[in-house]
């Protein structure tokens, strides 16, 4: 079935630092792909998307370009902040459902 | 505009017993979908239901049920609580076909 496969975590980085969080998928067909932020205590928010290949999703500084040759969709930010400390989670659609990955645990040292 | 309503947000239930989540949608959304995050994992689908109808459903077991009033909002229920349903429910609601999902904030359930 499709899957989603993201780096473990935690990932712990100086502030201003460049971050990537790999995440790959197998899939049947052609998901959605996405990238959600869960801050402590808190419920799942989108932070960025890409509907098919060759898209970049982009928001706050953060990037993914959906990569079918290499089923990949790996998160980017060239400079991270205090403020982006939290869970991050790939997923991708599967008809009417999401699809999660077990989610990378970011921390960002001031 | 309001987004995704969840309730309780805390819930602390003994093993055995029955317990009753609630979820209204985001306005215009007609579609609600419920997931489980467990502490330390990625939130897992339980089902999805759509004009008053379950219709798709995750690997999870019949203790788990769920319904959709004429107005969309949703109620989760699971029965015969195990120390293994501790964990962060989310509702999620989203137009038609799943696009544009919402979650809510999650209702934090602790089985003793």
């Known amino acids: 079935g499709n899957s989603v496969t993201q780096m473990e975590g935690p990932v712990t980085l100086s502030e201003e630092a460049f971050l990537t969080i790999n995440c790959t998928y197998t899939a049947t067909g052609y998901p959605s792909l996405f990238w959600y932020v869960q801050y402590p205590g808190e419920g799942l928010q989108l932070l960025l998307k890409a509907t098919k290949a060759d898209d970049k999703g982009s928001n706050k500084g953060f990037e993914a370009t959906y990569r079918k040759e290499t089923t990949s969709f790996h998160l980017e930010k060239g400079s991270v902040q205090v403020s982006d400390s939290a869970v991050y989670f790939c997923?991708?659609?599967?008809?009417?459902?999401?699809?999660f990955g077990k989610g990378t645990r970011l921390h960002i040292l001031p | 505009d309001a987004g995704v309503t969840q309730s309780p947000t805390h819930l602390i239930k003994t093993r055995g017993q029955q317990v009753t989540l609630r979820c209204s949608p985001k306005s215009g959304h007609d579609t609600v979908s419920w997931y489980q995050q467990a502490l330390g994992q990625g939130p897992q689908f339980i089902f999805q239901?759509?004009?008053?109808?379950?219709?798709q459903r995750g690997n999870f077991p019949d203790r788990f049920s769920g319904h959709q009033f004429p107005n969309y909002s949703s109620e989760l229920n699971v029965n015969a609580l195990l120390l293994g349903d501790s964990a962060l429910y989310l509702c999620?609601?989203?137009?038609?076909?799943?696009?544009?999902?919402?979650f809510g904030s999650g209702t934090r359930l602790t089985v003793v």
């Open positions: 997923a991708l659609s599967d008809w009417d459902k999401i699809i």
């Open positions: 239901y759509y004009e008053e109808e379950e219709r």
């Open positions: 999620a609601s989203s137009g038609d076909r799943g696009y544009g999902y919402t």
